[in-house]
């Protein structure tokens, strides 16, 4: 194939003087590791779902965050960052939105009692 031929690279002749026997062996490569800072993966909120879930599940709040925190749980195993983050801060949302209803019902319960 003609075209395979132009993608190689130029190849050089050796010297005449040249002998193979007197060329080195072996060849040393240096390989450098560079630490690349990676962030943590993003939190799921697992076990906040599972409490608001089990401790105030106003309207399946708690339900919903206990949902979306499994949904970010398999995102990032399956290491999709950006979904896993996406659904975490769905669950965060809805697990603050369940604690503060749950906040107003107990006072507005005690308001009434008293």
Partial sequence: DPSMQQQLPPYEMLPAEVKMDELPRSTTVMVEETQQQQSPPPR??????????LYGNFCCLGLLAFVFSVKSRDRKVLGDYSGALSYGS???????TALVINILIVIIVIVVVS
């Fill in 90 to 96: 769905t669950a965060k949302y809805l697990n603050i």
């Fill in 44 to 53: 799921d909120h697992l076990v906040w779902s599972l409490f608001t879930t």
